[in-house]
């Protein structure tokens, strides 16, 4: 089941929440917040990639597939996944940030830079956007304190990762980071499903520990 939600910030931004139909048997208490990629390639809130994430999360979890306001350069676009962090985190007691491409940048800046973000998981992140002036990824995490999974195809295209990568697994503790590869260029055609599973595991790992401390 999904509807449409829209977030503060005067950008016409907005969100599809994804929920299950029978909620009387689950307790809803997490969120992830999904972030497309680059609008100007057509990223919006039905993308594959974040579509598979939703379907595969478990039923405790709800996804808010999010499409960005006008094309800002970054700077508007990564305010929209802020505000949408916002809007989420004011209904459910745990929020994560998963995204794609540049959705999996801004994912990183604003998860890094939040106080109520409970971890991040990011397919195929650039290095930067614009020029790092709105994200500079392996900074980033090389500065970040949350759990973080990074997903990354061995025959990107698009993308240069093996600085991420290296940095990540020179610095990484094994319980802060999970990082995966899969033999595949960016779009990840043939493993959308395995991506799926893995980000959702990570999710379910996460929020489920922090529902059993809490208890």
């Not at 989420?88 to 794609?100: E, K, P, S, T, V």
Request: with cysteine.
């Amino acid at each position: 089941m999904s509807h449409t939600v829209h977030f503060n910030g005067g950008r016409d931004a907005r969100g599809h929440l994804d929920t299950r139909e029978s909620k009387a048997k689950y307790t809803i208490d997490s969120c992830v917040i999904a972030c497309p990629p680059h609008p100007q390639h057509g990223g919006h809130s039905s993308d594959r990639r974040l579509q598979v994430v939703s379907d595969q999360l478990p039923p405790e979890i709800d996804c808010l597939r999010i499409t960005y306001g006008s094309w800002d350069h970054g700077h508007g676009e990564y305010a929209d996944v802020a505000n949408a962090l916002e809007w989420a985190h004011n209904r459910y007691d745990q929020c994560g940030l998963f995204g794609y491409s540049f959705g999996a940048a801004l994912a990183i800046g604003v998860a890094t830079t939040s106080t109520c973000v409970e971890f991040v998981s990011a397919l195929a992140p650039p290095q930067s956007i614009d020029d790092g002036s709105v994200v500079e990824t392996t900074t980033a995490l090389y500065n970040t304190n949350i759990p973080t999974q990074l997903i990354y195809g061995t025959q990107d295209e698009m993308i240069s990762i093996n600085p991420t990568v290296e940095m990540l697994q020179q610095n990484a503790s094994s319980d802060k980071f999970d990082i995966r590869s899969f033999p595949t260029g960016h779009a990840f055609q043939m493993f959308l499903d395995k991506v799926g599973i893995a980000v959702s595991s990570f999710a379910d790992n996460i929020t489920n520990s922090e529902r059993k401390y809490s208890a």
